[in-house]
């Protein structure tokens, strides 16, 4: 059953390709809890309401994720050491907070970066 009562320090939030009892046991004993979408064939005893904020979640990261590969190129970040590294990175995801900022102010989506700067 399903307890939401318990006490957990952290939320993991993960693909299928997570599914594990084993690897669930272990982030469990440090107070981290995994929660994956199942597959077809389980069953599912979380809230429905629960199991829709996940998702919906997953979806936001998974959007994210996408537009700092796409737009801002974050998987290529040439540096020859740490600080560099770290202070480009750094300048990218500050770019795009920026953009959601701006989009906020303008009373736009968020993450509707199209016909932002014209």
């Given at each position: ?26 982030l ?42 796409q ?16 202070n ?10 920026m953009?959601i ?18």
């Amino acid at each position: 059953m399903w307890d939401l009562t318990h006490s957990i320090r952290g939320l993991l939030i993960g693909d299928k390709g997570y599914i594990s009892q084993p690897l669930k046991e272990q982030l469990a004993i440090q107070e981290i809890d995994l929660q994956t979408p199942l597959r077809s064939n389980m069953q599912d005893s979380r809230p429905k309401g629960f199991v829709k904020q996940l998702i919906s979640t997953r979806r936001l990261v998974e959007t994210v994720i996408g537009q700092l590969t796409q737009r801002f190129n974050i998987q290529k970040v040439w540096a020859r050491d740490l600080w560099h590294l770290t202070n480009r990175i750094t300048r990218k995801l500050l770019s795009h907070s920026m953009a959601i900022l701006l989009n906020r102010f303008l009373g736009r989506n968020n993450l509707q970066f199209d016909g932002l700067i014209k």
